[in-house]
């Protein structure tokens, strides 16, 4: 009667964080859009409280467009937006900041119901503490994020932030996921596999790091920069890449760098995916690696096919008008969290300690 008590419980808790890693996923894909359509300087304040409801009144929202048209992105970017042009914009970033907030939300709720019903064990204190930490920081880059591109003559946030909020909002994720995969996944699921384990690390490090340059990709909008392929503009190796002083300064600012390194990482990325299947697919393991191991070999593909079509879409790139890239950009970005969990979930399959 016990063990079956444990088992709801860790149903439970596993459904609640599950409902978290969607939630995560929409963030995520919120940021992508307000990226897209430029929208994430629209509100120059971070009220937590006060900022859940959008302007009430046309006072109100004159007052918000006001504030706006102080900041360097109207200024030398968007004078000749109306009010309606903010609106749009203002949405975007208003809705990002509230599906956050809804997320806490959620949270919370399902903590205090999970509490409530005994389902929590004194073991998923620290997990579950550490979780919420991680969204709190996710939340204050986020505005250390904005505020970057409210002073100066910034027209957008610092691509190094934004790179930075991405990737805490997919660590997030994956450790989400993570803790999820321990309630959920039976014990004879999982083997020991250490050159399989190595492997799927080393593709997860190299993945963080791709992540990353894609999000600088995105900061620096370096599509533009070389919307060919296979070559980058006609060369495999374009000259300019080390144009930069110091020399590291190329691997964060140098949009041609950053390019370039992006591309082939990727290329580098599906082949050890590929040599990771079939060394997966030589040891013993269960029926959830039988139904899913297939998964990260054909989202890689998908992956890189969506890479190059957001390239070469980008010279369609139109201002504020969501076009063909955008769908490109966006579809790219929830491509590659599915990569991510992939991974993350295969690492859990074949990270089981190994029998004294």
């Known amino acids: 009667m016990e063990q079956i008590g444990m088992q709801k419980g860790n149903k439970a808790v596993a459904t609640w964080l599950l409902i978290g890693v969607a939630m995560i996923i929409v963030q995520v894909l919120l940021g992508g859009i307000t990226r897209l359509t430029g929208s994430g300087l629209s509100i120059t304040e971070w009220d937590v409280v006060t900022g859940t409801l959008p ?12 504030k706006y048209q102080q900041t360097p992105q109207y ?3 968007n004078t000749d937006f109306t009010l309606g ?6 949405f975007w970033e208003w809705f990002h900041r509230v599906w956050a907030r809804l997320i806490g939300f959620v949270f919370l709720i399902g903590f205090v ?12 204190v620290n997990p579950l503490l550490i979780l919420f930490l991680l969204g709190a920081l ?35 994720l994956c450790y989400t996921f993570w803790f999820a995969l321990r309630l959920l996944v039976p014990p004879g699921e999982r083997v020991h596999s250490a050159p399989v384990k190595k492997l799927t ?12 340059y894609g999000a600088l990709m995105a900061g620096h909008r370096a599509a533009t920069v070389a919307p ?12 300019g890449m080390g144009r930069d002083e110091p ?8 949009t041609l760098t950053i390019h370039f390194l992006h591309r082939n990482i990727a290329y580098l990325i599906i082949v050890l995916v590929i040599i990771w299947y079939r060394k997966a697919a030589r040891e013993a393991a269960g029926t959830l690696f039988l139904k899913y191991g297939r998964l990260p070999l054909v989202l890689v593909v998908i992956q890189v096919l969506l890479g190059i079509l957001s390239v070469l879409t980008s010279t369609g790139i139109v201002p504020n008008v969501w076009g063909n890239f955008e769908w490109m950009a966006q579809l790219h970005q929830l491509v590659a969290m599915f990569l991510v969990l992939s991974l993350v979930f295969m690492l859990y399959l074949f990270s089981r300690r190994q029998q004294a």
């Not at 690390?201 to 990353?212: C, D, F, G, R, S």
């Not at 020399?247 to 140098?254: P, T, Y």
């Open 138 to 172: 996710q939340g204050a880059v986020g505005w250390i994020m904005v505020a970057s591109g409210l002073t100066g003559d910034a027209v957008y946030v610092k691509p190094t932030r934004l790179a930075l909020h991405f990737i805490l909002a997919i660590g997030l």
């Open 201 to 212: 690390v080393l593709m997860l490090a190299l993945l963080t790091i791709q992540l990353i």
């Open 75 to 77: 200024r030398l970017l």
């Open 85 to 90: 042009d903010f609106k749009f914009i203002f």
């Open 228 to 239: 060919t392929w296979p070559t980058i503009n006609g060369s495999w190796f374009p000259s």
């Open 55 to 66: 302007p009430l009144g046309e006072a109100a929202w004159m007052e918000e467009f006001r």
């Open 247 to 254: 020399i590291l300064l190329n691997l964060i600012d140098n």
């Open 113 to 124: 119901y999970l509490v409530a019903r005994k389902y929590l064990r004194r073991d998923m």
